[in-house]
């Protein structure tokens, strides 16, 4: 039986064209008429006057970030917990210091008033942040409005990590527009892909200049090499670039494919005591549902997630476990944390489905199969 992945790349048939594009006019390098057109399309798609600079990776395009937030040796940064590794790496490639803040049960996202209780300690302590790393999990866009307003009042520079929600929406506003710098990854297993690489989305014409200077080794314009700063070899190139152009095209797709996936399993557990999917637990909440997520409780399902994930193995079926909470990693238990166990609890009854776009029916019905009869 062919394996169901968790989340694939999707190609749409047309990046070959834009490639082809970039080989005749031999713009094979970090030039070209596909960068420049990848980032006026994601500009115009993103609104709100932002101005958008491509890099290799999402990581990297954090670590930009935190450099242009001016994030150095010992600085804190606040960081959401609960998800991917790549959130708060490069506050260590920075030589800075993560401080960890948990998740509120409606988005599984950063809580608000464990941020408020970590800015004010922090402050106590004579250690004002430097930079705030919230996360739209999932897709799922975080309580930004709220987290904004706490980054505003304490005058802290707000970085969002959409690197898993590009297309999502808060009050109708596109995730990765509410923060002075935002994150979006084309990685391969995202909603749309370049073979790998990332964006900055900056707030203004200068400093996405600032960021492609910096991904391109931080060269001063003079003829010859002279380098007043470090710079990093981060830009993203005019074929990937290629790939980008097309995905965008089928961006909207895309989307409403992942948020079908969210309906059927919505409508596959409905019935099944103990389980709960995550979901928009308002109008003001648009997500992507980039990945489909379950949280399943042991004692009234009869069965826990790891014992789904089994089944759904036993059968080629990928399903995968949640983010488990940053602060509890070996890497960074001795870094403070903020919060309650929201974050915890999530991680050990949670699962992902499947949930690519190119999730066919058949496939559909093998995961009916399996989690019908395992969880009935
Ligand atoms: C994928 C991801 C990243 C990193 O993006 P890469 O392009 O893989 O470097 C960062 N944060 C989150 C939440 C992600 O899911």
């Known amino acids: 039986m062919s394996k169901i992945a968790l989340s694939t790349s999707h190609l749409s048939g047309h990046e070959l064209s834009y490639i082809q594009d970039a080989f005749q006019r031999n713009e094979v390098s970090v030039y070209g008429a596909n960068l420049v057109q990848f980032e006026n399309d994601l500009e115009d798609y993103l609104g709100e006057n932002t101005k958008v600079a491509c890099t290799i990776s999402g990581t990297a395009a954090i670590h930009l970030a935190l450099i242009l937030a001016g994030v150095i040796q010992h600085d804190e940064v606040i960081c959401q917990s609960m998800t991917y590794v790549a959130s708060a790496n490069p506050i260590l490639y920075q030589g800075a210091i993560p401080v960890f803040v948990g998740s509120e049960t409606h988005t599984w996202n950063m809580c608000p008033d464990a941020l408020e209780i970590a800015i004010k300690d922090r402050i106590s302590k004579g250690k004002i942040p430097k930079a705030i790393i919230v996360v739209h999990s999932y897709g799922m866009p975080a309580q930004i409005d709220k987290i904004a307003k706490l980054a505003k009042q304490y005058n802290i520079i707000l970085i969002e990590d959409a690197a898993e929600a590009l297309g999502s929406e808060y009050k109708g506003r596109k995730c990765g527009t509410f923060g002075d710098f935002a994150v979006i990854s084309f990685n391969s297993n995202k909603i749309i892909?370049?073979?790998?690489?990332?964006?900055?989305?900056?707030?203004?014409?200068?400093?996405?200049?600032?960021?492609?200077?910096?991904?391109?080794?931080?060269?001063?314009?003079?003829?010859?090499?002279?380098?007043?700063?470090?710079?990093?070899?981060?830009?993203?190139?005019?074929?990937?670039?290629?790939?980008?152009?097309?995905?965008?095209?089928?961006?909207?797709?895309?989307?409403?494919?992942?948020?079908?996936?969210?309906?059927?399993y919505t409508k596959l557990f409905k019935n099944i005591e103990g389980t709960e999917v995550l979901k928009e637990t308002s109008t003001d909440?648009?997500?992507?549902?980039?990945?489909?997520?379950?949280?399943?409780?042991?004692?009234?399902?009869?069965?826990?997630?790891?014992?789904?994930?089994?089944?759904?193995?036993?059968?080629?079926?990928?399903?995968?476990?949640?983010?488990?909470?940053?602060?509890?990693?070996?890497?960074?238990?001795?870094?403070?944390?903020?919060?309650?166990?929201?974050?915890?609890?999530?991680?050990?009854?949670g699962l992902c489905l499947p949930s690519g776009s190119n999730l066919t029916t058949q496939e559909k019905e093998r995961i009916t199969q399996v989690i019908a009869a395992f969880l009935a």
């Open 193 to 264: 892909t370049t073979a790998g690489g990332g964006a900055i989305i900056c707030k203004s014409e200068e400093m996405k200049q600032k960021a492609i200077f910096l991904a391109t080794q931080a060269r001063e314009k003079v003829p010859y090499y002279l380098h007043s700063e470090i710079g990093y070899n981060y830009r993203m190139n005019n074929i990937a670039a290629g790939i980008g152009r097309a995905q965008m095209n089928v961006l909207q797709n895309y989307i409403k494919k992942r948020r079908e996936n969210h309906d059927f």
């Open 285 to 349: 909440y648009f997500s992507n549902h980039w990945l489909t997520c379950v949280l399943i409780n042991k004692e009234k399902a009869a069965h826990s997630s790891e014992e789904l994930r089994t089944a759904l193995q036993n059968e080629n079926i990928e399903s995968r476990p949640l983010w488990k909470p940053l602060h509890l990693h070996p890497m960074y238990a001795t870094f403070d944390f903020y919060g309650e166990k929201v974050g915890e609890n999530i991680f050990n009854t």
